[in-house]
């Protein structure tokens, strides 16, 4: 895992993804790994089946342990992919972790539109978060 830190942080993203790849044979339940492998990922040359791998990583990341990064890491991934309101919730969910309700208000409302029910669903559940958060004060 260091070396691909190593590589990663020295611009050499494609060999970073294989050594985070080793790292992933060792410790395949590791969120640190999955996140470090899917951000190199996602900065090198990659098709539509690996960004959708992306997205399955970050995501799983997101069930073991709810992170600031892997959602920024999700809203960009979305985005390339073309998915808009993915891109909004996961950016509005970023925004949220990092204190800012304000933007994640506008996000959701944004993304509201042009959701699917089963993403209705997660966003009616961050307003509703949203919501208790500023009742007690939050």
Do not use: C
């Amino acid at each position: 895992e260091l070396k691909g830190q190593f590589l990663f942080e020295s611009g050499q993203v494609k060999s970073a993804v294989t050594e985070y790849e080793k790292a992933l044979k060792i410790k395949p339940d590791s969120k640190d790994f999955m996140l470090s492998w899917a951000h190199a990922l996602l900065e090198a040359p990659h098709n539509k089946q690996d960004l959708q791998e992306i997205i399955n990583t970050l995501n799983k990341v997101q069930i073991k342990s709810p992170s600031s990064t892997a959602w920024l890491l999700l809203a960009r991934a979305y985005e390339e992919g073309g998915q808009n309101a993915y891109m909004l919730y996961a950016s509005a969910q970023y925004s949220l972790a990092m204190g800012n309700t304000k933007i994640a208000k506008k996000q959701i409302d944004e993304a509201i539109k042009s959701a699917s029910e089963p993403l209705k669903l997660k966003i009616n559940d961050l307003k509703n978060l949203i919501k208790q958060k500023e009742e007690n004060g939050n």
